[in-house]
């Protein structure tokens, strides 16, 4: 079953701060976070485990709330260059772990304008 | 540049036919993936090989069927197309136990 993420867009001025978030019904292993620029193959985040854990690089960090089967994709001082659809995948418990055999949200849009 | 190649960029059909997806994953890499991306479904997972051997299968409609060669090249078949089978496809390879993927710059059918 698809993640289902929220909002399905967001329009944001630079420098401003924006979380997407997915959510299953399943149990998960691991989530993943990627971002597609219009006409563009998706480009890797990054991936949470199960576990709790919190990443990050530069100003955009993610969580996983394992037992709520949530995850959230934060954006610190937004800038243009993070215009894009975010998606995230999760993998369920069930598949065996590290098989990577994603299901992806629908996406959310995200706008930064100057 | 992802380092995964898929050819062709567009393909133009028409229902009924059969196409074949080319995918050439990054050097070393001994997983691939192919993805369904359309308007609608979003990015739907077709299947996984790894080093030649399918893994698994998501939603892959019977008409559609894949393969991984030993090079490790792999092709997605498409056949009796239908309208609805125009989307973009998308192959990504990994690393084993990454999970990250690399995807391609996808394959745009168009099924007239």
């Given at each position: 079953?698809?993640?289902?993420?929220?909002?399905q867009?967001?329009?944001?001025?630079?420098?401003e701060?924006?979380?997407?978030n997915?959510?299953?019904?399943?149990?998960?292993?691991?989530?993943?976070w990627?971002?597609?620029?219009?006409?563009?193959?998706?480009?890797?985040?990054?991936?949470?485990?199960?576990?709790?854990?919190?990443?990050?690089?530069d100003?955009?960090?993610?969580?996983?709330?394992?037992?709520?089967?949530?995850s959230?994709?934060?954006?610190?001082?937004s800038?243009?260059?993070?215009?894009?659809?975010?998606f995230?995948?999760t993998?369920?418990?069930?598949?065996?772990?590290?098989?990577?055999?994603?299901?992806?949200?629908?996406?959310?849009?995200?706008?930064?304008?100057? | 540049?992802?380092?995964?190649?898929?050819?062709p960029?567009?393909?133009?059909?028409?229902?009924?036919?059969?196409?074949?997806?080319?995918?050439?994953?990054?050097?070393?890499?001994?997983?691939?993936?192919?993805?369904?991306?359309?308007?609608?479904?979003?990015?739907q997972?077709?299947?996984?090989?790894?080093?030649?051997?399918?893994?698994?299968?998501?939603?892959?409609l019977?008409?559609?069927?894949?393969?991984?060669?030993?090079?490790?090249?792999?092709?997605?078949?498409?056949?009796?197309?239908?309208?609805?089978?125009?989307?973009?496809?998308?192959?990504?390879?990994?690393?084993e136990?990454?999970?990250?993927?690399?995807?391609?710059?996808?394959?745009?059918?168009?099924?007239?």
């Amino acid at each position: 079953q698809q993640p289902v993420q929220s909002p399905q867009a967001v329009i944001l001025r630079e420098g401003e701060d924006a979380v997407i978030n997915c959510s299953s019904s399943k149990a998960l292993y691991s989530v993943h976070w990627y971002r597609q620029k219009h006409g563009e193959a998706p480009i890797f985040l990054m991936i949470l485990l199960k576990g709790g854990e919190q990443k990050g690089h530069d100003k955009i960090s993610a969580s996983f709330n394992e037992k709520k089967q949530q995850s959230s994709l934060y954006l610190t001082a937004s800038q243009l260059s993070y215009s894009g659809t975010y998606f995230c995948g999760t993998e369920p418990s069930y598949s065996g772990a590290g098989s990577y055999q994603l299901t992806f949200g629908k996406g959310t849009k995200l706008s930064v304008i100057p | 540049d992802s380092g995964v190649t898929q050819t062709p960029k567009h393909l133009i059909t028409a229902t009924g036919q059969r196409v074949t997806l080319r995918c050439s994953p990054r050097s070393g890499d001994l997983s691939v993936y192919w993805y369904q991306q359309s308007l609608d479904q979003g990015l739907q997972f077709l299947i996984h090989y790894y080093n030649g051997e399918e893994r698994a299968k998501g939603n892959i409609l019977e008409r559609f069927s894949a393969q991984q060669f030993p090079d490790l090249h792999s092709e997605l078949n498409l056949s009796s197309l239908e309208l609805g089978d125009s989307a973009l496809y998308f192959c990504a390879s990994s690393v084993e136990g990454s999970g990250k993927l690399f995807f391609g710059s996808g394959t745009q059918l168009s099924v007239l």
